[in-house]
């Protein structure tokens, strides 16, 4: 059974650097076509894209935010970090760590974590 | 505003059968593959139907999903009080400025 566990601040300050971790089990990132990925939801509004990594360190970033987020992998502790800089009140949301097994796919995901809500707030 | 529409809310009885529909553009709906994704309260999203039409193992064979043009919708027969849930389209854009894209969910209330 393949889960994901998003850990971090749950309060950060604006202009603070957001770093996410997600914890995973139930699949290696050392298998080829495994990829772990991050989409968050603000209150109330629609599911946003962030960014994913491929078991072969290959990956993709959201076109309105790639100047700000950098995602890494630890395949050995199975973890995968996001990095978002430059945080703003705009993106407080709950920030979801998902799986997927298909390359190159980036609306296939499957499963999600449960989600952590992070607020941005001075 | 998301560029893929959905109605912001439905409902239905028991048993009945259930349309959602995510209308969108050439560049995004009319051109790429739509996924759908329920979202049980206070749970994370789950896959219900990718590609189109094509459900992962688990998912039962009272959902469904089609498309035609710039539309997608997925159909849900015999209506359970379980299926009570947020449902978001996505597909890819193919704009300069494209990516993933996100409907803005539909909330689906069984009476």
């Known amino acids: 059974q393949i889960t994901l566990k998003e850990s971090g601040p749950t309060l950060v300050e604006p202009t603070q650097t957001l770093t996410l971790t997600c914890n995973f089990s139930g699949f290696s990132l050392r298998r080829s076509g495994a990829g772990v990925g991050w989409i968050r939801q603000p209150p109330g509004k629609a599911l946003e894209w962030l960014s994913v990594?491929?078991?072969?360190?290959?990956?993709r970033y959201s076109p309105s935010l790639k100047s700000r987020i950098t995602i890494t992998k630890d395949t050995s502790n199975s973890q995968v970090v996001l990095t978002i800089a430059n945080m703003d009140p705009v993106d407080t949301a709950t920030y979801f760590c998902?799986?997927?097994?298909?390359?190159?796919?980036?609306?296939?995901?499957?499963?999600w974590g449960q989600g952590t809500l992070v607020t941005v707030s001075s | 505003q998301s560029v893929l529409t959905q109605p912001h809310s439905l409902s239905g009885t028991p048993g009945q059968r259930v349309t959602i529909s995510c209308s969108g553009s050439n560049s995004n709906v009319g051109s790429n593959f739509v996924y759908w994704y329920r979202q049980l309260p206070g749970m994370a999203p789950q896959l219900l139907i990718y590609r189109n039409s094509e459900r992962p193992s688990g998912v039962p064979d009272r959902f469904s999903g089609s498309k035609s043009g710039t539309s997608a919708s997925l159909a849900i027969n015999g209506l359970r009080s379980e299926d009570e849930a947020d449902y978001f389209c996505?597909?890819?854009?193919?704009?300069?400025?494209?990516?993933?894209?996100f409907g803005g969910g539909t909330s689906l209330t069984v009476l």
């Open positions: 996505a597909t890819w854009d193919d704009s300069l400025s494209g990516g993933v894209l």
């Open positions: 998902v799986h997927t097994a298909q390359y190159f796919d980036y609306l296939w995901w499957n499963p």
């Open positions: 990594i491929y078991w072969n360190g290959d990956r």
